[in-house]
């Protein structure tokens, strides 16, 4: 297939890099040039704007910050409608709200292009190892199509319903993360406090029912103090806000996740914004008076 690709952060660029290793013709844009050149060397197409990127392909992948970037790659100046051919589909594998994603589906429409909502989940990991569990929101025939066009780096792929609803997913997705890595948090401060031995812990919780793939992959740099961003909380605190502004919608209580909102904007306020979402034990352990190498802050206190 000749697929256009927008947004080479990240996650964006190992996408599209599995894309041209998989045999397509990839033609590809982003805001700064060296991610395009180094796509470029892998062998895709350089476009200088997201027009020239839509020209003459069967498909446009889109995979950016939120709603305005997509909004503005797809329907402003130099955007993807001003050049896409009548039936191009275009695919957006953002985190959007649902009411934004619906909005843009009917705008495409209107101008006889298609539209998938395809938000993906995995972190920078599942992208890198071609691995995401993609969320697919729209019709049949069009969810068909862009499942060819993803699966050179999906794990898992699921039709969920009509456009938005794949947004409506990846807002719970990322509620059942937020919520398992604070608790993973949570849990892992009180073990470390106790003097239990920790890493022993973790292996054995991961054999049980508390065992899940946040536990498995984000305790081990939760201990270590990595917190080099593979998702940042500033990104999380958007999705979690896109998740209460639908259960507010849908009239849903989710006390939880209102929660663990608050305490992500209290990183976010301390400075640890760009931090992975692994930092928020750093919420934990401040609450609990335990400074950043784990030691009790408090016993500190009284000592002096």
Request: hydrophobic residues 50%; charged residues 20%.
């Amino acid at each position: 297939m000749r697929i256009g690709f927008v947004g080479l952060g990240v996650m964006g660029r190992p996408m599209a890099t599995h894309l041209v290793q998989a045999g397509h013709e990839v033609v590809c844009t982003n805001r700064s040039r060296p991610a395009v050149d180094a796509l470029v060397a892998a062998g895709a197409t350089a476009a200088d704007t997201p027009a020239e990127a839509a020209e003459r392909v069967d498909v446009v992948i889109t995979m950016l910050p939120d709603a305005p970037d997509v909004e503005a790659v797809v329907l402003g100046p130099d955007g993807i409608v001003e050049t896409a051919q009548s039936g191009t589909l275009l695919i957006d594998c953002s985190t959007i709200a649902p009411h934004a994603a619906q909005d843009l589906g009917a705008a495409l429409a209107g101008r006889g292009l298609r539209f998938v909502d395809a938000p993906v989940s995995g972190g920078e990991a599942g992208a890198v190892a071609g691995r995401l569990a993609i969320m697919l929101g729209g019709e049949s025939d069009a969810v068909a199509d862009a499942t060819e066009a993803l699966d050179a780096f999906a794990g898992v792929m699921s039709h969920v319903g009509p456009v938005g609803s794949g947004q409506l997913v990846k807002s719970a997705n990322q509620m059942l993360v937020a919520g398992a890595l604070a608790m993973t948090g949570e849990a892992l401060t009180l073990l470390g406090r106790a003097g239990v031995d920790v890493e022993a812990a973790i292996g054995v919780l991961n054999g049980g029912l508390a065992g899940s793939k946040v536990l498995e992959v984000k305790a081990p740099t939760m201990l270590a103090r990595d917190f080099t961003p593979g998702f940042r909380l500033d990104l999380h605190a958007k999705d979690l806000k896109i998740a209460l502004a639908a259960a507010e919608q849908a009239g849903v209580a989710v006390p939880v996740t209102g929660v663990v909102t608050q305490l992500v904007q209290g990183l976010r306020a301390a400075g640890d914004g760009g931090d992975d979402h692994g930092a928020l034990i750093k919420a934990i352990e401040r609450l609990s008076a335990i400074s950043a190498g784990g030691q009790d802050r408090t016993a500190d206190e009284e000592t002096a």
